[in-house]
């Protein structure tokens, strides 16, 4: 696994990893657990055999705290490791329900406004204006998110470093 940046791991939401590893999942589990306590005054998070979820200790708890999220699956006799950064699945699907929502709405406002146009009416004459208050309620919203990104980079960072040291010892290489 390469651990340099690139140009793709600036520009993804939610950086992805998958490693093979020769330790079995209880092996595995039972090792994060112990490079979790060694580094129990910077990180916190749940272990067990099946998922692990790291966060940084920081005195503040804000919506854009980023997580490392481990799953240990079996896979073709292989144990491996999927890691997702990204932050916590509450906040993933909050912000995903907003850009749905303001999505459907700027469709059903602006299609209200193209219909109106088309049979002349003049029923809707705040459709546009609408739709134009759903197109800003979006850029609010990807605001918001690159916002909360840019604040937990440095906590992101720490996530990466903890996935690399407390991961890639042992991985296995694949011929």
């Known amino acids: 696994?390469?651990?340099?940046?690139?140009?793709?791991?600036k520009i993804r939401t939610r950086p992805r990893f998958k490693?093979?590893?020769?330790?079995?999942?209880?092996?595995?589990?039972?090792n994060l657990k112990k490079y979790l306590a060694a580094h129990k005054d910077e990180f916190a998070g749940n272990i067990n055999k099946e998922i692990a979820t790291i966060w940084v200790e920081t005195p503040y708890d804000n919506y854009s705290k980023p997580r490392l999220s481990l799953r240990i699956e079996i896979e073709d006799e292989h144990t491996t490791i999927r890691g997702v950064f990204g932050p916590s699945s509450?906040?993933?699907t909050f912000f995903m329900f907003?850009?749905?929502?303001?999505?459907?709405?700027?469709m059903v406002f602006f299609t209200m406004y193209y219909v109106e146009k088309q049979i002349k009416s003049a029923e809707f004459p705040w459709a546009?204006?609408?739709?134009?208050?759903?197109?800003?309620?979006?850029?609010?919203?990807?605001?918001a998110a690159r916002f909360g990104q840019h604040k937990g980079k440095e906590e992101m960072l720490k996530l990466r470093r903890f996935a690399e040291e407390s991961t890639l010892q042992f991985e296995k290489k694949i011929n």
């Open 1 to 9: 696994m390469k651990t340099e940046e690139t140009t793709l791991d």
């Open 19 to 30: 490693m093979l590893t020769h330790l079995t999942k209880e092996e595995y589990a039972e």
């Open 90 to 92: 509450a906040v993933w």
């Open 98 to 106: 907003l850009y749905f929502s303001f999505s459907i709405f700027w």
């Open 128 to 143: 546009l204006n609408a739709s134009f208050v759903m197109l800003f309620c979006i850029l609010l919203t990807y605001i």
